[in-house]
């Protein structure tokens, strides 16, 4: 490996690109539908409890393993290990992050290629006609669901583009994409809540999600509100990783991790007040609450002059806050058979995008579009999901959690007090002082969060 790593161009460069990474479908479409479906108040709380606790934490010591090895996921613990206790098996956590990460980016890349549909829509003037009738689009929606023909030409259209940028590399094309798009998202999305502030719903939706009532929390809810801190992280396969082992040796570390972190929550947190003031000012009746970013939103951007632009450009801006994601997911994948199986990055990029597309087609027509795919289920989970749903559930709720546990362990017991301060207090900035207090959480707290959530699970607490 004697190429120099490519870099990101500078601290913002980093932050943008990893921001990008964490800002997603997981902020705008996953988040507020779970949030509804465990009662908000309560799970948002433990979601919030998780973000601090096990999310900052496990994010600055994802980004430190890929400064530090300046590898891929797997390569970085084969570097790091050597010598120590556990040795190679901790490549293991590695393959555990790639295989994750393909995974995700199967059924994502579905969910995503869903906005494309809806720029068309609005454009052409469809949207504008059924978002009068909200029973109207959401029945239009079920159908679209289940036509199989443009499930998968919606995903191919969207993994296309996500090879495309990856193929380019990271300055060019991860960089330069995120750099422009995610301050706009950040300003069509204040608007938005500035705009519910004077709905009638909006008192409800706050009340919604920030009064707790903890009798309406279950164990299962809290193992989905952990899951979900690693997903809309990025955490816990390897992405942060990933991009860390692209940043420069003088930026800071905790710094960036925190900036992440806040922005990201901010963000999830305002598509629920959006989505929820909606829900709750139009007395709209949820019948699938996975698709609720779909028939919501076009609701409201219709009683509103020029709603085909305005909903043109927030489903465009959706699907660029997706597109962020998918490339990270992307780039785990491919930097893995760029770094470990020696390809060149256009044929790694190429070659593993479309293996992740054909695995995807499962996904796609598991939206009704086959009646078996549909129905396929994990053993005692109680919503149908079918394909698309079992692997989301796998995960982020089992895989993402149990890499994230094991990276803690690592960082925290494995690797020397002296090889990860020096990690963080490079950059010096003035978080860097905050570092025993991170060594406390890496060590005891997050693992423990973890782990005791994972086996209340499976000791057969009640599921949801
Ligand atoms: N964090 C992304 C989102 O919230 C999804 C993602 C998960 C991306 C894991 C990369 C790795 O949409």
Redesign the pocket.
Known sequence: MSKQRAQWSGHLGFILAAAG???????LWKFPYITFENNGGAFVLVYLAAIAVVGVPIMVAEVLIGRKSQRNPVGAFRVLVQGKPGGRAWMGVGFLGVMT?FI?LSY?CVIAGWTLRYILMAVSGELGALAHHPEALQSFFGEFLANPYQQILCHSLFMGATIGVVFFGVGKGIERTARFLMPILLSILVMLVIYSIWTPGFKQAIGFLFRPNFSELTAGGVLEALGHSF????LG?G?MLTYGSYMRKRDSIPRAALTICVLDTLIAIMACIIMFSIIFSYDFEVTKSSTILFTTVPVVFFQLPGGAVVSALFYLLVAFA?LT?TI??LEVVSSYAIDELGWGRRRAALTTGSAIFVFGILSAVSMGGNAALSNINFIGRPSTGGVFGTLDYMASNWFLPVGGLLIALFVGWILTTGETRKELEEGHGTLARLYPVWLFLIRFAAPAAVAAIIVSVLLGAEYQ
Not at 21 to 27: C, F
Not at 231 to 234: A, Q
């Open positions: 990474s964490a800002i997603g479908l997981g902020n990460g995700i994502y997903f809309t992280l990025s396969m992405t997706a994601s990270s997911l």
